[in-house]
């Protein structure tokens, strides 16, 4: 159910690459960024402007290939293709990237980007406790050194409070947008929920994008309140977990709604990842931080009982009728615990599971839609 503010977020969008090259030249500088691990508010308040940086189109993998393993999951490929090809706009505006070692491909291709734009890499740990939340916390202070060197610039405690007051309010406007979904029938598709959460990550102006999520929020509210629909009250409701998607590798949220279910929940780094948990303004506001990243309930976090945590309050939140788990091929994470993450849907949340694996290709698509076909008749 498109409207006038979600056209003018497209039209944004599509300028926000000469918006970024037009701030750079006004001093600005700009901080890419790869994971949800890494801290948008330390760029914030060292004055710059965090974006979130490509990974997301098969086009840039026949170059990474000439490097990289052809068995490296497609994200990676995808993203160090960029480099080599230098055709995304946000990596080359990037004066540094701060990247996170999420898993051992992302970690080792860090050190090949390297070669192509300064890296700062946060060595994040890989269990969510105490001593965890301390080390990460270092991690973050070693940031804010290298950020003031770099960027001469000083990084105070105030700057560190305003900054996670301005992403929170970016968090709760992107979540009163997905929120939308809980109505029945939804009022938005999952692919213009993605494209939402896709492409705001990309404003370098945090004030413009949060005015714009707030008006699609409202603009569409109204438009259910009037008993205008998004999708079919028929359809079956989908929570889609699993690997980032973007638009480029939006494959199966499209073949999921072609074959009639709707994606009411993304559970994964292009959705509610990013808003289900606020940071905490009061407090000492690096331990903060620290701990709200932690929190993030990836597969790399070992054990990971965050995410079934996360998916049994969505799944009765949005009030999903099955789940299907996303993994790209070559990611063993997500591969692995897919598995267990099977028998916590069909055994605590008695809820269909379908696991799909893929890349960013085509190939597989016909054979993808019989699968989902099957499975959305089935609910």
Known sequence: MKCASFDRIVTAFEKNALAVQEAKKDGKKVVGQYCLYSPSEIAVAAGAIPVSLCGTRNDSIPAAEEVLPRAICPLIKSSFGFALKDSCPYL??????????????????????????????????QVQNDDALAYWRHQFELLIAYLEKEFNVSITEQKLRDAIKLMNRERMALKAVMDLAKRKPSPITGMELLEIGFKTSFFPDKE????????????????ADAGQAGVAATAPRILLT??????????????????????????????????????????????????????????????????????????????VDAVVDLTWQGCQTYAVESSSLKKFVQDSLQLPFMQIETDYSETDTEQLKVRIEAFIEML
Do not use: W
């Open 242 to 319: 699993g690997v980032p998607v973007g638009m480029g590798s939006h494959k199966v949220v499209r073949l999921i709604e072609e074959c009639g279910g709707s994606v009411v929940c993304l559970d994964n780094c292009s959705g509610y990842k990013k808003t289900r948990v606020m940071m905490a303004e009061q407090g000492d506001p690096l331990t903060e931080m620290a701990r709200r990243y932690l929190d993030v309930p990836c597969a790399v976090m070992s054990p990971n009982p965050r995410r079934y945590e996360a998916i049994r309050e969505l799944a009765a939140d949005f009030s």
């Open 92 to 125: 080359s505006a990037a004066d540094v990237v701060v990247a996170d070692t999420t898993c051992d491909g992302k970690k080792k291709m860090y050190e090949l980007l390297a070669a192509y734009k300064p890296v700062f890499l946060l060595q994040l740990p």
């Open 208 to 223: 413009k994008g949060i005015t714009m999520m707030l008006e699609l929020a409202d603009e569409l509210g109204k438009m």
